[in-house]
């Protein structure tokens, strides 16, 4: 199994930009698709982006779609996640995730591993 340890989360100001890191260690990294999720206080977990196991294709739901980008560098075992243009609604913990398969099937894809999250916060 995965193991996922989340990075690079912090305060940032309405409009600004943020890099989320997650390193992978154990199992087989490059073998599986991996996402972001995010939780905000009160509210269910979200998804917000996906890739499959080789870069390749890349999956986005409307309300990140165009300002952020998730990429992979499975020599290294990292996936990252770049947000740009962020607003305060953006702001939860996002979680790293591993999924069972190298394929990303949509939302209902099984997750295999959870990283421990990292807080944003965007200010207003």
């Known amino acids: 199994q995965v193991q996922l340890v989340e990075s690079g989360g912090g305060l940032v100001q309405a409009g600004g930009s943020l890099r989320l890191s997650c390193a992978a260690s154990g199992g087989s990294f490059k073998d599986s698709a991996m996402a972001w999720f995010r939780q905000a206080p009160g509210k269910e977990r979200e998804f917000v982006a996906a890739?499959?196991?080789?870069?390749?294709?890349?999956y986005y739901p409307d309300s990140v779609k165009g300002r952020f980008t998730i990429s992979r560098d499975n020599a290294k075992n990292t996936v990252d996640l770049q947000m740009k243009r962020l607003k305060p609604d953006d702001t939860a913990v996002y979680y790293c995730?591993?999924?069972?398969?190298?394929?990303?099937?949509?939302?209902?894809?099984?997750?295999?591993?959870w990283g421990q999250g990292t807080q944003v916060t965007v200010s207003s």
């Open positions: 995730a591993a999924a069972y398969g190298s394929v990303w099937y949509g939302v209902r894809t099984p997750i295999g591993s």
């Open positions: 890739i499959n196991w080789s870069g390749g294709r890349t």
